[in-house]
């Protein structure tokens, strides 16, 4: 348990606080032809590395971790799918508008979930382990493990897909649980009590009051 507490800190906290925050890059500053493997190790050594100099111990030192990612994680990432992906069929229903309200919540529940729990961070690696499939494939999955002493080894599988303009990750499966489709259930059940607007109300509700989620893994819910 402390173990995935440990890794979900240091990639996906790291890694989601950027994605709720950061500037584009332009198409000259992205490394378009970088292939999957590649990426994803590059991504998260930056995280590790720099949580490993700089531990995140309170606010200014979360505020110095989005300041040092933002301008080389966040491009990589693909949160309006990320949350229609959480969202689940009633995506398909939802306004532009709606769409927008949806993501721009969703990154903060996951910006806070993760950023706090980038205090637990340890001496962490990342292996990576033989890829399955080319990166001629439309979809692609990294495999890897986080290795920590005295601890099992955790799977984890980066989801990337390549639109035209460079592979963008759209989903972290820890252990065989998703990340985004987690949220599923819970979100799925708030839409059918209170609609689309229900959802982002409860959101935006959390967020104000700056609440976080239990940091979803094997055994747990959506939301806890």
Known sequence: MASRRVFLSAILGGIIWVAARGRHLSAAELKLDEDPVALVQRLSDAVFAYLKAHPVVDEPSREALAAFVETNVLPYFDMPRMTALAVGPAWRQATPQQRAQLTDEFKKLLLRTYSNAAKAYK????????????????????????????????????VLQNSGNGWRIFDVVIAGVSLVTNYRGSFSAEINRNG???L??????????????????PGKGANG
């Open 200 to 217: 982002i109300r409860l959101l935006a509700e959390k967020n104000a009051k700056g609440e976080s989620d239990p940091v979803p893994g």
């Open 123 to 158: 001496d962490e690696t990342l292996e990576f382990v033989p890829q399955r499939g080319g990166a001629d494939d439309a979809i692609v999955r990294v495999a890897a493990r986080i290795v920590r002493a005295g601890s099992e080894p955790i799977d984890v599988q980066y």
């Open 196 to 198: 689309i607007d229900g």
